[in-house]
């Protein structure tokens, strides 16, 4: 029953949000208060239809009621908790459903607590939300329906893909989908706005949160599918550059760009046209990401062309609304009038420039993963892989870091170019001061990568200067947030600088009680033996570490064997020290009874997702300060 | 300055940089694309030595063989119309097995054998190289 069950919430959200988008329509045309109520609600409701199915959903994986296909196929009775509600979004059909319901909450978050938009354009945004809700109910009932039956039920389920079993994995696709889907907000808003004509400060003000959520929890999903690649697939790399990286980089690299020109379209009035094209790209970029991932495609154009159902729909869907939202500022733009103008060397300057390069980034991502899709879909056969993508990218983000550091140092309208050299003087000293002393003591290690910690200290000191001769315990927590964050781009480069400067590798092989070295580690392999899991059996290897010097350790790598599905998975075994983390990996083993030993050494490695970490909680001081201070705004507004 | 003015300028500039980038991106793509072969497609028309390359196909059964050293192996990648001999040195990824696909990153050598820097394991374990998933069309089965 709870199937069925599921499936008619699901049909009765689609049809909320078709009476959610005549309402939407009906108000902005110039409806009532009633009206704008009745609409709110609606769409309420429909928000909590969508969370019902999904709920349904996880509650059948919970239950392993194997006489569903989704479960049969993606989920088995011996799985640990956890992973049986995890592979409720760890397949096409749920993570799906998982991105509608987070589509229809985020409108319902709008119609909760959005009041400081024109009731006009918040209905159309509120239409514009259901209308995209709509295509992706259509999908999931026409196309890749969660809740089909499956008779007779199966015996037990084909289980989760090992690699997938994994607590960071499991909280990764909804991360993510959360940041996807509240660039939807954003793409609304903007579709709103254009359809109702009111951009200005207020409408920035308002999608600035969303924005700003949205981009806080892509950061999060991506550092920590980062960290997750790092650790589970033992390889030891932490970006390969894979599409379905690229599918989730893109919608934070636009994101990262409308973040900063909502900012000055709030605070200045400008960058209005600007703002509302990137909301809408930021958007599609996360649609193109869906679809990459999602539909198949990039396993190959061919197995894609084998079933393109899903596909082509989705392409469909991302052809109406990202060419309806084009289109519809191909025909409005000219009425958005003119925003104030700038100069070059000032704070907007700045923000223009890092709109420029992260846009020139994200046009290289783009193109370096559908050139070769398109290429195959030509006939050719190509790949592009880590090298374009260092090349091309690396230098822009030097440039982007000299923007960041130097546009918080800027005054809003007009600054002197000699005050802000001036300003930049201690940190551009330290940065060179730094390089130097690496290059002199390292004259044979790679030229970028030492470049890269140079940029990164200068970028440390210049993104704490704002804060020099304030008085902090009164500093805006926004103000905070900006430095938090810009001071974790620089802790994130100077990791990857470190990383690819300075790590040692060790490919080996050796019987037990012999030993290896990597970096300052002697590494003695003291025995191997069989290790149990819930749902796994294991080889685990027991390495005793000694750091020159220091006390011995043991490191238990291990190669883990699934039966459901039947795979096997390397469990590196990983150390993390103040300066870096040791990362050992275990082979197979030979009929000499010699063991594949694979170790890194690799300094501060840590600091790439510290860094994250550390822009991900800018952002959120961030968004806490914008809300309070709006807050205390209206309060103000209401007692005036 | 008027805002015209300044919208146009902007417009030029973001215009550079688009050409910029798509040089940049040009120029990169020349040295950087690695093409896609299947040990069929090399039939009378092997790749020169040295350019880096990536070769797709299925792992011959019975045909893994460790080195002395016990980190290198060879075997023999085909796709049902012809055979290369691979050597690799290095941890073989987990879905690395034989009778499944793999594609293996690097270069050909004088005598025709591929010496790989690099073996790639899909995200996905129902992976199988293009060229292959024509032919052997993957279906979910379940035990009644």
Redesign the interface.
């Known amino acids: 029953m709870i199937a069925e069950a599921g499936l008619a919430a699901l049909w009765l959200a689609a049809a909320f949000a078709l009476i959610q988008l005549a309402l939407g329509i009906g108000v902005a045309r110039g409806g009532s208060e009633e009206l704008m109520l009745a609409l709110r609600r609606i769409t309420l409701v429909q928000g909590l239809l969508a969370m019902a199915a999904f709920g349904l959903l996880i509650a059948l994986f919970v239950n392993s009621d194997m006489s569903v296909l989704l479960v049969a196929t993606n989920s088995h009775s011996a799985k640990p908790l956890l992973y049986k509600i995890a592979g409720a979004w760890g397949n096409h059909e749920g993570s799906m459903l998982l991105w509608v319901t987070v589509l229809a909450v985020a409108g319902a978050g709008v119609a909760l607590f959005e009041r400081r938009l024109a009731g006009k354009t918040l209905a159309a945004t509120l239409g514009a939300q259901a209308f995209i809700g709509l295509g992706f109910y259509a999908f999931l009932a026409f196309a890749s329906n969660p809740f089909t039956r499956l008779n007779p039920p199966a015996r037990d389920g084909q289980g989760l893909n090992p690699l997938l079993q994994d607590p960071g994995l499991a909280f990764h696709p909804p991360t993510l989908y959360f940041g996807y889907v509240g660039l939807s907000v954003a793409f609304s808003f903007a579709v709103g706005a254009l359809l109702m004509r009111d951009v200005g400060p207020a409408f920035a003000r308002a999608m600035r949160p969303w924005v700003l959520a949205a981009w806080i929890f892509l950061t999060i999903g991506i550092t920590a599918g980062s960290y997750w690649a790092y650790y589970e697939l033992g390889w030891g790399g932490w970006w390969f550059w894979d599409p379905v990286e690229n599918a989730s980089l893109m919608p934070w690299l636009a994101a990262t760009a409308l973040l900063h020109s909502v900012t000055v379209l709030a605070t200045r009035d400008g960058l209005r046209a600007w703002t509302l094209m990137l909301a809408l790209v930021a958007f599609a970029m996360s649609m193109i990401g869906t679809f990459l991932v999602r539909s198949g495609i990039l396993v190959s154009v061919h197995a894609f062309a084998v079933d393109p159902t899903r596909g082509t729909f989705i392409l469909a869907l991302l052809g109406i609304y990202i060419g309806g939202a084009l289109a519809l500022f191909g025909a409005r733009v000219g009425t958005v009038t003119q925003g104030a103008t700038f100069r070059i060397v000032s704070r907007e300057g700045a923000l223009v420039l890092n709109n420029l390069l992260l846009t020139v980034i994200l046009g290289l991502v783009f193109i370096g993963t559908l050139y070769p899709l398109v290429a195959q879909a030509m006939g050719v056969q190509l790949s592009i892989g880590a090298p374009f993508f260092d090349k091309t990218i690396a230098p822009i983000a030097l440039v982007l870091v000299l923007a960041t550091a130097a546009g918080p140092l800027l005054n809003w309208r007009r600054d002197v170019l000699n005050t802000l050299l001036g300003k930049l003087l201690v940190p551009v000293a330290l940065g060179g001061m730094g390089f130097a002393l690496l290059f002199m003591m390292n004259p044979t290690a790679p030229m970028l990568p030492l470049l890269g910690i140079g940029f990164a200290i200068f970028l440390g000191v210049a993104s704490v200067l704002p804060l020099v001769r304030r008085k902090l315990r009164r500093t805006p927590l926004h103000i905070w947030g900006m430095v938090i964050a810009h001071l974790g781009v620089a802790v994130s480069i100077g990791g990857m600088g470190a990383d690819a400067a300075f790590k040692a590798e060790r490919l080996t092989a050796i019987e037990v009680g012999q030993s290896a070295t990597v970096g300052p580690f002697r590494i003695v392999l003291s025995d191997v033996r069989p290790a149990l899991g819930p749902n796994w059996s294991a080889v685990e290897a027991r390495l005793t570490v000694t750091r020159e010097g220091g006390t011995a350790f043991e490191l238990r790598p291990q190669q883990r064997f699934f039966s459901t599905p039947p795979t096997n998975t390397s469990e590196a075994a990983i150390t993390t020290m103040l300066d870096g983390q040791l990362y050992t990996v275990l082979g197979a083993g030979d009929a000499e009874g010699r063991w594949q030993l694979r170790l890194w050494w690799k300094p501060f490695v840590t600091l790439i997702w510290l860094g994250g970490a550390l822009i991900a909680l800018g952002g959120l001081l961030a968004l806490i300060g914008r809300v309070r201070r709006e807050r205390r705004a209206a309060e103000a507004e209401e007692y005036a | 300055?008027?805002?015209?003015h300044?919208?146009l300028i902007?417009a030029a500039?973001?215009l550079v940089?688009?050409l910029?980038?798509?040089g940049?991106?040009l120029s990169?793509?020349k040295?950087?694309?690695?093409?896609?072969?299947a040990p069929g497609d090399l039939v009378g028309k092997p790749v020169p030595a040295g350019k880096h390359v990536?070769l797709g196909g299925m792992v011959q059964g019975g045909s893994i063989q460790?080195e002395a050293?016990?980190?290198s192996i060879r075997f023999v990648v085909g796709d049902g119309i012809a055979t290369v001999p691979v050597s690799f040195?290095?941890?073989?990824?987990?879905?690395f097995k034989e009778n499944s696909g793999v594609v293996a990153?690097g270069r050909f050598q004088p005598d025709g054998s591929f010496v790989a820097d690099n073996l790639l394991a899909?995200?996905?374990?129902?992976?199988?190289p293009?060229q292959l998933?024509?032919n052997q069309?993957?279906s979910?089965s379940?035990?009644?």
Not at chain 2, 1 to 4: C, I, R, S, V
Request: hydrophobic letters at 40%; aromatic letters at 8%; a positive charge.
């Open positions: 300055m008027k805002p015209k300044q919208r902007l500039l973001a940089a688009v910029g980038a798509a940049l991106a990169a793509l040295d950087q694309a690695a093409f896609f072969y990536r460790r050293d016990g980190v040195r290095g941890v073989t990824p987990d879905l990153e899909k995200h996905d374990e129902r992976y199988m293009p998933s024509g069309h993957v979910k379940l035990e009644p």
